[in-house]
């Protein structure tokens, strides 16, 4: 069981840095509010993974809630930053 999760939270994990960087080089402000969403999504994702592998006592304690501030604080700045950039628009 660990291991699966293990392959979808790196799946996910690294698809928030990869998505950031492709939203960092948007061709316009509509494309990367539609990217910043996407790292949105993953982080979203890759904290749902991270919750079940605390509610499963997977891996070193201290670690995984290192990890879930870590994934909680940039998720709520990626929503910020998509947040702010749709309104700054209107």
């Known amino acids: ?3 699966t999760l293990g ?3 790196l799946r996910s994990g690294t698809s928030v840095g990869a998505n950031y960087r492709e939203a960092n080089r948007a061709q316009s402000r509509s494309d ?3 990217k910043i969403a996407l790292v949105e999504k ?3 994702e890759t904290q749902y ?3 079940l592998f605390e509610d499963a006592n997977i891996g ?4 995984r809630q290192w990890l879930l501030r870590e994934c909680n604080a940039l998720l709520a700045i990626f929503t910020r930053v998509g947040k702010s950039t749709k309104s700054r628009g209107q």
């Open 42 to 44: 993953e982080a979203a």
């Open 1 to 3: 069981m660990g291991e």
């Open 49 to 51: 993974w991270l919750e």
């Open 60 to 63: 070193d304690s201290e670690e």
């Open 32 to 34: 990367f509010i539609h």
């Open 7 to 9: 392959i979808q939270l």
